[in-house]
Each structure stands twice: as C-alpha cells, then as structure tokens.
C-alpha cells in the first residue's frame, strides 16, 4: 500500500481505485474514500510523514534557525497548495513537538511489531 502522494498520480489516470485512507479523517485529495475506521477496520491509522533532523550535538541556535525558517517556508500558501495538489500536508511544528512526535511514532510501530512477532528479514 503506496502512500497517497505515491499512488495519487495512478489513482487520477484510473488505473488505481482507492478503497479507503489511512489518518482520522478523510483526505481532501481523495474525499470519496472513506477511512479504514469508517470502513470497519478500526485501529488502522498510519500516515507517512517526512522531516528534517540533523547530527547530535548541532548547536541549539542552528536548530532554532533552520527550524523557525522551515516553518515559515511551510506556512507559506504557494509552497502548502503544491504540496497539497500533491496530497502532502504539511505540519510544521517545533524541534521539541516533532522530536516528541517522532518518539511516539515509532515506539508505536516497534510495540506493533513486537506484538505481532514481526522482524526484519536478514
């Protein structure tokens, strides 16, 4: 299951029908397809994201800089209506929200995948 900026392109030529989103709501790009949650199958939210980090002990006015500039590039409508007709939203956030959201993210993933027994392949 390709994310929605992926399968987009396909799903507008009609080669690709989409049955359901994944995220809490329903996505503007796509708003005919209902949730997996609508559809039945609750539990199944996933959305990929994309973000920007940088080495260990970068220096905090660095961070804050490239951090404040990006969410201002962000914000700007030109920039946040191409990357929607892309089906990419964007989240602009503080280092300390996405550090927090990128712990939270992926310990759910890892208790997933320990729940499930699932490994990677060697």
Request: aromatic share 6%; hydrophobic share 45%.
């Amino acid at each position: 299951m390709p994310g929605l900026a992926a399968a987009l392109p396909h799903i507008r030529s009609g080669r690709v029908r989409p049955i359901a989103v994944t995220g809490a709501s329903r996505h503007p790009a796509l708003n005919s397809a209902p949730t997996f949650a609508a559809s039945g199958l609750d539990g199944f939210d996933a959305q990929q994201w994309y973000g920007v980090v940088g080495p260990a002990g970068m220096p905090a006015p660095i961070v804050t800089r490239l951090n404040e500039t990006l969410n201002t590039v962000l914000k700007g409508a030109d920039l946040r209506d191409k990357l929607s007709a892309e089906a990419v939203e964007p989240m602009p956030m503080t280092q300390d929200q996405f550090a927090l959201y990128m712990r939270e993210d992926l310990a759910r993933w890892s208790r997933l995948a320990l729940e499930r027994k699932i490994q990677l392949d060697n």
